[in-house]
């Protein structure tokens, strides 16, 4: 049972940045940012494959967002600049152990962490 480890989440005004961490207890083949806000469905925000290094990003947080990790640590991080307002949500820290067709479905990934809010201000 591998276990994921949250942290950095905060509140930040507009404009503003914050970067999220999350490390798993155990090895992974690949590890992804999802969002979920009050009301609304699970999203898929960000995932590395760290196999073949592959990076996915939501159209919405391309060029503000940026994911990167340590594969030897099973670790990723989320660094979010440019915040805004309709990035609140909470976030979660997903991982699965073994290669699957489709990264973006959170049915693909087997671990969750217990996720860290992510608040926004205007």
């Known amino acids: 049972q591998v276990q994921l480890v949250e942290s950095g989440g905060g509140l930040v005004q507009a404009g503003g940045s914050l970067r999220l961490s999350c490390a798993a207890s155990g090895r992974t083949y690949a590890m992804a940012w999802f969002r979920q806000a009050p009301g609304k469905a699970r999203e898929f925000v960000a995932g590395?494959?760290?196999?073949?290094?592959?990076?996915y990003y939501r159209d919405s947080v391309k060029g503000r967002f940026t994911i990167s990790g340590e594969n030897a640590k099973n670790t990723v991080y989320l660094q979010m600049n440019s915040l805004k307002p309709e990035d609140t949500a909470v976030y979660y820290c997903?991982?699965?152990?073994?290669?699957?067709?489709?990264?973006?479905?959170?049915?693909?990934?087997?671990?969750w962490g217990q996720g860290t809010q992510v608040t926004v201000s205007s």
């Open positions: 590395i494959r760290w196999s073949v290094g592959n990076i």
């Open positions: 997903a991982a699965r152990e073994f290669p699957r067709t489709r990264y973006e479905s959170e049915y693909e990934y087997d671990y």
